[in-house]
């Protein structure tokens, strides 16, 4: 166990509709990390945060929006969904900005129907 | 943009034997972290082992370790005394960033499916 959680667990839904993950970080840990792992695209790094502010975006889409609340949770937003946008959805947190290791979450398996 | 290439889709080992997975990645900046996750079917991504590419030594970490190349941007991760939990797939990922405006992110390898042979 890693000591970030995530929920929910699993989210079926349907193309058009809009999810919302949630992420708790390890305790300590500032900043918080969103990954895409997808059959086609493999693990993608989606966006940072660092003590709720914005540091480094990958591949997310426009659709896609996240925030780090003052509490250090971070929840990612994922809006008019199409059939790709299923997938395993980690988060990851570190202690620091500068601090080299990811620990990852359990995951949010997304599917689109 | 960096790229990590694993080069091996699946492998399979006998239990107790040792395996070694390849890793290569492609990176114009000196210093820099390498990373192998392990994911088994649980889908948990599992820290296996990391390395500083300033550190000239190879890390360890029980029964995995790793070969640093860095001339030749090579990092390969072997597995001693493999056992049956070892079955997994393993991502090889390199942390790319900016120090300076704090951001920073991982980069992974397509995976190598390890199965473990009793």
């Known amino acids: 166990d890693s000591g970030v959680t995530q929920t929910p667990k699993h989210l079926i839904t349907a193309t058009g509709q809009r999810v919302t993950l949630r992420c708790s970080p390890r305790?300590?840990?500032?900043?918080v990390y969103w990954y895409q792992q997808s059959l086609d695209q493999g693990l993608q790094f989606l966006i940072q945060y660092y003590n709720g502010e914005e540091r480094a975006k990958g591949n997310i889409l426009e659709r896609f929006s996240a925030q780090q609340f003052p509490d250090l949770h971070s929840e990612l937003n994922l809006s008019s969904l199409e059939l790709g946008d299923s997938a395993l959805y980690f988060c990851?947190?570190?202690?620091?900005?500068?601090?080299?290791?990811?620990?990852f979450g359990p995951g949010t398996r997304l599917l689109v129907l | 943009a960096q790229t990590v290439t694993q080069s091996q889709p699946e492998m399979s080992v006998q239990e107790a034997e040792t395996v070694t997975l390849s890793c290569t990645y492609d990176t114009s900046e000196s210093d820099y972290y390498l990373f192998w996750y392990k994911q088994p079917p649980s889908r948990q991504m599992i820290l296996v082992i990391r390395?500083?590419?300033?550190?000239?030594q190879n890390a360890t970490e029980n029964r995995f370790s790793v070969n640093f190349q860095k001339a030749a941007k090579s990092f390969s991760l072997k597995i001693s005394d493999s056992q049956l939990g070892d079955a997994a797939m393993y991502f090889c990922?390199?942390?790319?960033?900016?120090?300076?405006?704090?951001?920073?992110?991982?980069?992974f390898g397509k995976g190598t499916k390890l199965s473990v042979i009793p």
């Open positions: 990851a947190s570190s202690v620091e900005v500068g601090e080299e290791t990811q620990y």
């Open positions: 305790s300590g840990d500032l900043s």
């Open positions: 390395q500083e590419a300033y550190k000239q």
């Open positions: 990922a390199y942390r790319s960033g900016d120090t300076l405006a704090g951001s920073y992110q991982l980069t």
